[in-house]
């Protein structure tokens, strides 16, 4: 199947969404979630298969933020084909027209993404990008050098935060690391520095598998530490982006991953592994084995984990109740507010004025739950609900654009094997977007993904001394 044909699949998609909908609009709201539900499912299904057949692989930062988004806001829609008459979709939106409202939207967002990533199919899909290897000493010893410089400047903090944060999790439980003071202006130079940690082990990786040195292996195991660490502490999502950004790197410069493999090993993480660290974390007093796996056996039978993952849907109907019934629309000024979030405020103690303009989430979470904010804790938000408060239901051709700019970024990435960090680099960060907003993946982008890639082609292009490049290579 060529992308033309799969983009008249997609339109057909879309004109039935419209369709049914309309027709079983003033249906019982159990009927209406549940034919939904289907359709949205199937929907995922094909573009999961259709992805797969035009591209040959589904490793790739799109691929990886559709499979995101659809956990983070479609997770319900799975548990209902399974549950139909206990399971309701989000039941704290008591308003049924909003509700049925949410859920369509919700499924021409996911129509309209991948109806943009297939316009840029259109002309040439990922299987046909030839890969230029650059693997000279000279391109290895520069990536190198900014991958010992970035190491250098964040492995302190990352070691300092991750024996915090054990300490805080081990002693007073997972929630009490929302108490943690939150930090603005210069206070925050040392969060900043810490997250170049990933980066720079991605970068070193790359460097020592393109030179066959066996240290390769050395920066893939303080990889999973660091994620196995945030495991430990709680941090479910955050502990499996960076894996997903080393996929990348191992799919296109180690050996390509059997995806199907791979579907089973996420499968058991998400279903097993994923609701015992829920169970370990929530629990006052350690569990015993017997109640842990009892817990287990509970929440596989009720699928406990895609209703929690897929509880983001809500922010999208709380954000379609109060906007513009209580605040205005942003009319994308909010895209344009994060984006200022580039230029650090490490001069100031006050919040950026992104944070002020541009941070929903906490704007929602004092709206709707202001013991949680009050607590330091929020409601999430999601790409989605973001999209509509800029630009009301027209925000489901923003979601054309995205689709459309996430698969130029994986042909774009591929063309060169030096792109490869940019792209891990990226995913490691930019997957929370799928029940986040765009406000806290734009210096991620920047910073630790085009950051690194532009120091090491500003020192590329100035021919370092070699008794640098011997120091470090030594």
Same mark, same amino acid.
């Given at each position: ?10 339109? #057909?998609? $879309? ?9 079983? +609009? ?71 027209? #909003? ?22 199919? @259109? ?22 050098? #900014? ?57 070193? %990786? ?70 015992? $660290? ?16 009892? +817990? ?32 205005? %629309?942003?009319?994308?000024?909010? +895209? ?12 100031? @103690?006050?919040?950026?004025?992104? $944070? ?47 689709? +459309? ?11 060169? @094997? ?34 690194? %890639?532009?120091? %090491? ?18």
């Amino acid at each position: 199947m060529n992308s033309l044909k799969a983009i008249i699949i997609q339109i #057909v998609f $879309i004109l039935v969404i419209f369709t049914v909908s309309s027709f079983i +609009y003033d249906a019982g709201i159990q009927e209406f979630e549940l034919t939904l539900s289907y359709l949205i499912v199937i929907q995922f299904a094909w573009q999961s298969l259709n992805f797969f057949r035009l591209n040959d692989t589904v490793v790739s930062i799109f691929y990886f933020f559709l499979l995101a988004g659809m956990l983070f806001n479609g997770g319900g829609f799975f548990v209902k084909i399974f549950n139909p008459t206990e399971y309701t979709l989000m039941t704290e939106i008591t308003d049924l027209a #909003v509700k049925r409202d949410t859920i369509i939207f919700v499924a021409l967002c996911f129509s309209f993404l991948y109806l943009g990533a297939l316009l840029y199919l @259109n002309h040439g899909n990922l299987k046909s990008v030839k890969t230029i290897v650059y693997n000279q000493p000279v391109y290895i010893r520069t990536f190198r050098v #900014v991958g010992f410089a970035l190491l250098a400047v964040s492995i302190v903090f990352e070691m300092s935060y991750m024996m915090d944060s054990l300490q805080v999790a081990m002693a007073n439980g997972y929630y009490a690391l929302y108490g943690m003071e939150k930090v603005y202006g210069v206070d925050s130079v040392p969060k900043i520095l810490r997250d170049f940690y990933i980066p720079a082990l991605y970068i070193l %990786y790359w460097c020592d598998v393109n030179s066959g040195n066996r240290r390769s292996l050395l920066w893939m195991i303080m990889i999973f530490v660091h994620c196995m660490l945030l495991f430990m502490i709680g941090f479910r999502g955050h502990s499996i982006m960076p894996i997903l950004g080393f996929a990348i790197l191992y799919d296109r410069c180690v050996a390509r991953i059997n995806i199907r493999k791979s579907f089973i090993i996420g499968a058991a993480v998400l279903f097993f592994v994923f609701p015992l $660290i829920k169970n370990y974390r929530n629990a006052a007093d350690k569990p015993t084995m017997e109640a842990a796996l009892e +817990y287990l056996g509970d929440s596989f039978r009720e699928l406990a984990i895609l209703k929690e993952m897929g509880s983001s849907v809500k922010t999208v109907g709380y954000t379609q109740t109060l906007v513009p019934a209580e605040r205005d %629309y942003a009319y994308g000024s909010g +895209y344009f507010w994060a984006m200022t979030s580039i230029f650090p405020n490490i001069f100031t @103690n006050g919040k950026h004025p992104a $944070i002020e303009n541009a941070h929903y989430s906490q704007w929602l979470t004092e709206r709707v739950n202001p013991h949680a904010a009050a607590a330091g804790g929020g409601v999430g938000y999601s790409f989605i609900a973001e999209a509509y408060m800029n630009f009301s239901i027209f925000g489901v051709f923003f979601m054309v654009l995205l689709g +459309y700019m996430l698969v130029k970024l994986d042909v774009f990435v591929m063309q060169k @094997n030096t792109r490869l960090i940019l792209a891990a680099s990226f995913t490691s960060f930019f997957l929370m977007y799928g029940r986040g907003e765009f406000l806290f993946v734009v210096r991620s982008l920047l910073w630790y993904s085009i950051g690194p %890639y532009l120091m %090491y082609k500003f020192l590329l292009q100035r021919a370092i001394k070699p008794k640098l490049f011997q120091r470090i290579n030594a």
